[in-house]
T-cell receptor, first 115, second 111 residues
């Protein structure tokens, strides 16, 4: 079974803090993705990575950065958290090649509250 | 050209009835269209997908239809059950395995 785990289910941070959200997958997937989910807005892609040390901007990268130092781990960083970054953050992973390459496997999400 | 429009945003049906969710897209190069189901407190999970060389695909009570000319695709759930209650997302595939998602449909099945 594919497993995508996220470091926290719930997180409360203060405005201006640096926040790290960690995601780990155990399927040797090349691709990893960070989304944010807000009511009525669906899933919006923040960043994705198709290989170690590679990153691509998604639709809403402003205020975020990412790090992929190992294949199984993809970190989302909020350099200086703001209240408008209060949201649900979802990590996903998938193969880049092969028959199953377009199926994304999601983690359970991290609900972040910025006060 | 990148967005996927999804309707309705909410859908309530009686147990046993059918539910239909529709999505439209504008990028004619798209050839992969998955549907994800998100249950409360969980991440989305793929339930069915379709490629552009096929017009319909079924898996038990769920089916997806694709009209590539009109650029729309639909999810059909028959004989709905309370456990079908969830948020459903349509998406279209793109390069490097990226997906563009619709905004989601909250389906509620009343017993």
């Amino acid at each position: 079974d594919v497993k995508v785990t996220q470091s926290s289910r719930y997180l409360v941070k203060r405005t201006g803090e640096k926040v790290f959200l960690e995601c780990v997958q155990d399927m040797d997937h090349e691709n990893m993705f960070w989304y944010r989910q807000d009511p009525g807005l669906g899933l919006r892609l923040i960043y994705f990575s198709y290989d170690v040390k590679m990153k691509e901007k998604g639709d809403i990268p402003e205020g975020y950065s990412v790090s992929r130092e190992k294949k199984e781990r993809f970190s989302l960083i909020l350099e200086s958290a703001s209240t408008n970054q209060t949201s649900m953050y979802l990590c996903a992973s998938s193969f880049l090649y092969g028959g199953d390459k377009e199926t994304q496997y999601f983690g359970p999400g991290t609900r972040l509250l910025v006060l | 050209g990148e967005n996927v429009e999804q309707h309705p945003s909410t859908l309530s049906v009686q147990e046993g009835d059918s539910a239909v969710i529709k999505c439209t897209y504008s990028d004619s190069a798209s050839n992969y269209f998955p549907w994800y189901k998100q249950e409360l407190g969980k991440g989305p999970q793929l339930i069915i997908d379709i490629r552009s060389n096929v017009g319909e695909k079924k898996d038990q009570r769920i089916a997806v239809t694709l009209n590539k000319t009109a650029k729309h695709f639909s999810l059909h759930i028959t004989e709905t059950q309370p456990e079908d209650s969830a948020v459903y997302f349509c998406a279209r595939g793109s390069t490097l395995g990226r997906l563009y998602f619709g905004r989601g449909t909250q389906l509620t099945v009343w017993p």
